[in-house]
Structures are given as structure tokens and as C-alpha cells.
């Protein structure tokens, strides 16, 4: 099955600056790339995702990239702002049985 | 709409015990699941259903059952309940079955102790 690694698993920037989020996957099949992001308490819930016949996608300060060959794909938040601490996941998928999760990226905004 | 709708929030279960988890939505979604999440172990597919009267096992289905007798529903069963299983359990539901057909949609999660 899908194997997906996320890295890293917290990181700390200062408000204003940018994140970065790694993932990689095993199964070259994946096709379906999204991104959620959880608050404490809440449920996950969307904020970006990609498809395989895509590389790169943006929406407002969040992008991200995909790079099939290497199987890897990163999201990017710039001018990152308080509201923006919360876990991200990424996940990867493609056919019926579902998504694969990453572990989780807690990202803490320094003021 | 009220979107994913699951019940109990909490629950604490002594070892041994059963109970069930009820997942409902109110979107005319095909496909639906479980997870679970785990600190650092990010979130776990259970099980999951394509439609109707169809599931299937994912990463982690030992000790659970479910069933999907109308598109709304979706309930996921503990028959013996252990404390491994301690854990916020999220049922997750899409529109269409395949995995790249857009977002999952998200219930409030039950977060399950087992003492």
C-alpha cells in the first residue's frame, strides 16, 4: 500500500516569514495530492490539493508543488500569520480505498 | 445541511465492553470512512464504504465492524473494547468513491477512552 512521510514534524517560524512542509509517497499510482490543516480541538479540513497531471498551484499565500518523478510534493505559506498555527497533513491517494495520511507538521507562528 | 454529524463527542469504556459509533450525513455522499488519530501517528483509515450495502477494510480494521445499510449512515462498532483502542475517532465522507475526486468532509470526531 501507500507509504507517505512528512517532514518536518514541528517547526517554528516568525510571523511574517514562510513555511515549508515535505512530503514524499511510495506509490507512483497516487494521483491526488491534498493538504489539511487541523486547529486544536477541530476537526481537518481542506485548505489546497493537487493532481498528478499538475506541478505547481496556488491560493493566496498557500502553494503547492509536485514533483512526480521524485515523488514529492511541499506546501508553502508565506507572510505566515498567527491563525496559521494548527497541524497540517499531507495525504496521497487514487483510487477507491482512500487517502494515505502523513504523520503531521505542528506549525507554531512566533510573534 | 448539517454536513457529518457523529455522536457520542466522548465516551469512556472499561475493557471488554462494546459500543457503537454513530456517523451520519446529510450530503448524498457515496463514499464514507473511519479514522483514526493518534498523537504522531497522524490519521488512520478503519474502514470504508464506496456505497450502500458495500465496505471494505483499511489500514487498521482489526477489532472494529461497520456496516452501510443506507447512503446517510455509517456506524463503526467496537465488539470487545480494548485500551489500544483509546483514541478520537473521525468518520470522514466524499461525494464520489475515488480517492481524486475531491475534498473529504469531516465530522467533529468522539474521542473514545478505554480503561
Known amino acids: 500500500g501507500e507509504n507517505v512521510e512528512q517532514h518536518p514534524s514541528t517547526l517554528s517560524v516568525q510571523e511574517g516569514d514562510s513555511a515549508v512542509i515535505k512530503c514524499t509517497y511510495s506509490d507512483s499510482a497516487s494521483n491526488y495530492f491534498p493538504w489539511y490543516k487541523q486547529e486544536l480541538g477541530k476537526r481537518p479540513q481542506l485548505i489546497i490539493d493537487i493532481r498528478s497531471n499538475v506541478g505547481e498551484k496556488k491560493d493566496q499565500r498557500i502553494a503547492v508543488t509536485l514533483n512526480k518523478t521524485a515523488k514529492h510534493f511541499s506546501l508553502h505559506i508565506t507572510e505566515t500569520q498567527p491563525e496559521d498555527s494548527a497541524v497540517y497533513f499531507c495525504?496521497?491517494?487514487?483510487?477507491?480505498?482512500?487517502?494515505?495520511f502523513g504523520k503531521g507538521t505542528h506549525l507554531i507562528i512566533q510573534p | 445541511n448539517a454536513g457529518v454529524t457523529q455522536t457520542p463527542k466522548f465516551q469512556v469504556l472499561k475493557t471488554g465492553q462494546s459500543m457503537t459509533l454513530q456517523c451520519a450525513q446529510d450530503m448524498n455522499h457515496e463514499y464514507m470512512s473511519w479514522y483514526r488519530q493518534d498523537p504522531g501517528m497522524g490519521l488512520r483509515l478503519i474502514h470504508y464504504s464506496v456505497g450502500a450495502g458495500i465496505t471494505d477494510q483499511g489500514e487498521v480494521p482489526n477489532g472494529y465492524n461497520v456496516s452501510r445499510s443506507t447512503t446517510e449512515d455509517f456506524p463503526l462498532r467496537l465488539l470487545s473494547a480494548a485500551p489500544s483502542q483509546t483514541s478520537v475517532y473521525f468518520c470522514a465522507s466524499r461525494r464520489t468513491p475515488g480517492a481524486n475526486t475531491g475534498e473529504l468532509f469531516f465530522g467533529e470526531g468522539s474521542r473514545l477512552t478505554v480503561l
Open positions: 495525504a496521497a491517494g487514487g483510487g477507491a480505498d482512500g487517502l494515505t
